[in-house]
């Protein structure tokens, strides 16, 4: 069933950037390039699409990036070689990137942001891509960091993410681990293990090298894709600046922002004389998508829609309509809705964050289309307050799993994107919570309501409350993660992961003593990966789970081990000792003394 899956295969299958383009916070800032030099980066860059046990390698890219500073805050970065490059939906790949080469991108440092200046000749099919190259370039600490673990919520078109850093200062070169931690859309999954990208820094913040690989799973009920990206990028010299090279005006370059890469890709749809079509006739065509449509003209429907939405939010009134047309459920029927929605989640207008939210509640005719709209708001950058009340009123009267389940999920994503308290929505699900939890035959809380005993809600409301991480949902979750049905249990624990309550760390540990479940152990360890460790809590981990009897949920512990190590040495290099040898699992113990040796050995030995 692939309706969940279409336009998010399609924005990260063909704007990997989307995925991927993000702001740092403020104690990043550019790296350090000695004066009157220019440094030499090899760079390769793969991004593969599996679907259905097939793979296709939707972009491949080899070449050479120079960069150079030219004031403490804009660093100019200019390819000068393309060795290899070839794109899925760009018919004549050599001749675009060929136009690539020597235009130079201005990326500036201003307060807390990094902000990308692109020329319009640079090729608009890929802006997207070099937006999301300069923001796996530029990351060094403006001055020392004084942290070791940062958190901090990342969003783009197709979502959001919780992405950590992990700093560890060496003695000649400092590491830098960029990881995406989860998606806060339940569709899209991060794959565990591989979710990283580790930067090498010099001593005065110079980048010398970026590797890593990124997969996210795009899900449904009965059908999975993935997209991977593989990333290695490796100083190669700093030579002496070229005395062609010129201070570059940004006031001469637009900004490559989020709204103009997302215009550069649309319209994309064209006549046959090469004109963009109208909105009408991207409608139209839309009637002739079925299950076995390419992805890419799907790909350009959708663009033509997103930018005529981006361009005109009254727009939405057609594309409503045409949702509302839509009376069959087949799979080429459903594709064709989801790309629908997908417009309107991508259009990131505040009103249509409001008609997203009356068909979900009022205007869709079935719970297929209300889900979809429930999972468009979910993905919406710019929601209102109101539309997480909205939703939270449908789930609250909802009796269909489904409907309430996607609207509780959505509440805790609209909630956690506010930057508000939304006090009254934590107050909402707490009360729910306790609802889902008593029998219809108890009597009625003060509030006059009375109970219905369903695991499904309670589980649903306890994801929104993990999503949202409202310090106040800490006693609510408390009387969950002692109960005895195990996926309830699972689910408490790992609501926990983003609650900012000091005690969370110990109540996560003493719930997992003795634990038989992997399903809770699994969900408890992944909580504790969130979170930061003292020496104590590792110890506690380590003689906890040095006791199980299962290999894979040992290695959970050790990696939890592992990434608190990395934060701090001094936390966790105890506890991995012990746990190196007690553990009865040979493959653990070998991942564990490689590791700690790997990252303990003197930086002019490692690999």
């Not at 929104?464 to 049905?485: C, F, P, Q, V, W």
């Not at 408890?524 to 009897?549: C, H, P, Q, S, Y």
């Amino acid at each position: 069933m692939k309706k969940l899956i279409g336009p998010l295969v399609l924005l990260s299958a063909f704007g990997s950037a989307y995925v991927l383009y993000a702001y740092y916070p403020e104690v990043f800032g550019l790296k350090s390039i000695p004066p009157q030099h220019e440094a030499q980066y090899a760079v390769t860059w793969q991004t593969t699409h599996r679907s259905d046990g097939k793979s296709e390698l939707i972009m491949d890219l080899s070449g050479t990036a120079l960069q150079y500073l030219q004031s403490e805050t804009e660093l100019v970065t200019v390819w000068s070689s393309i060795e290899k490059f070839s794109m899925a939906g760009i018919n004549d790949a050599g001749a675009i990137s060929t136009e690539m080469l020597g235009k130079p991108a201005v990326t500036v440092r201003s307060g807390e942001r990094l902000s990308s200046y692109i020329g319009d000749s640079f090729p608009s099919k890929l802006l997207g891509l070099e937006v999301s190259f300069l923001d796996k370039m530029t990351v060094g600490p403006k001055s020392p960091p004084t942290f070791q673990t940062f958190f901090r919520n990342e969003r783009d078109d197709l979502g959001s993410y919780n992405v950590r850093y992990d700093f560890a200062p060496g003695d000649k070169t400092d590491e830098l681990t960029r990881i995406w931690v989860n998606s806060l859309d339940s569709r899209v999954k991060v794959d565990p293990k591989a979710n990283a990208l580790h930067y090498d820094l010099s001593k005065d913040g110079r980048l010398l090298s970026v590797k890593g690989t990124l997969t996210f799973h795009l899900t449904s009920e009965s059908h999975q894709d993935s997209i991977e990206h593989v990333i290695d990028i490796s100083l190669k010299d700093a030579l002496l600046k070229s005395p062609q090279r010129l201070t570059i005006d940004t006031k001469t370059l637009p900004k490559a922002d989020l709204e103009r890469i997302l215009d550069a890709n649309g319209p994309n749809l064209q006549t046959d004389k090469g004109e963009a079509v109208s909105i009408e006739t991207a409608l139209t065509k839309l009637d002739t998508i079925s299950e076995k449509s390419d992805g890419a003209g799907v790909s350009d429907i959708f663009g033509t829609l997103r930018q005529d939405l981006r361009a005109d939010p009254k727009l939405a009134s057609k594309v409503i309509t045409k949702i509302l047309a839509i009376n069959q459920r087949d799979e080429g029927s459903q594709r064709k809705e989801t790309v629908l929605f997908g417009a309107l989640a991508a259009s990131g207008d505040p009103t249509i964050a409001d008609a997203l939210a009356d068909l979900a509640t009022q205007s869709c005719p079935d719970s297929f289309c209300k889900s979809q709209a429930m999972m468009a708001l979910n993905l919406h950058a710019n929601p209102k307050p109101e539309n997480a009340r909205v939703l939270l009123a449908a789930a609250e009267a909802s009796q269909d799993d489904e409907i309430s389940g996607s609207a509780f999920l959505a509440v805790g994503s609209i909630s956690s994107k506010l930057g508000q308290p939304m006090s009254d929505i934590a107050q909402s699900l707490i009360r729910d919570l306790k609802k889902a939890g008593r029998t219809k035959g108890d009597d009625e809380d003060e509030q006059g309501n009375k109970g219905d005993n369903s695991e499904n809600r309670r589980i649903n409301i306890l994801r929104a409350m993990g999503n949202h991480g409202n310090a106040d949902y800490l006693e609510a979750i408390r009387d969950k993660i002692t109960s005895d049905d195990v996926n309830e249990k699972a689910a408490a624990l790992y609501a926990l992961r983003n609650l900012p309550n000091d005690e969370v760390n110990t109540l996560l540990i003493k719930s997992l003593e003795n634990e038989k479940s992997t399903t809770v152990n699994q969900n408890g360890l992944k909580a504790l990966a969130l979170r930061t460790l003292n020496a104590g809590e590792t110890m506690k981990i380590a003689t906890e789970f040095v006791k199980t009897d299962d290999e894979d949920v040992q290695s959970l512990a050790a990696d939890v081990l592992i990434q608190a190590y990395k934060n701090d040495p001094q936390t966790a290099v105890d506890s991995i000792k012990f746990l190196a040898s007690a553990s009865t699992f040979p493959n653990v113990k070998l991942y564990l003394e490689d590791t700690l040796k790997k990252l303990s050995a003197p930086d002019d030995v490692k690999e």
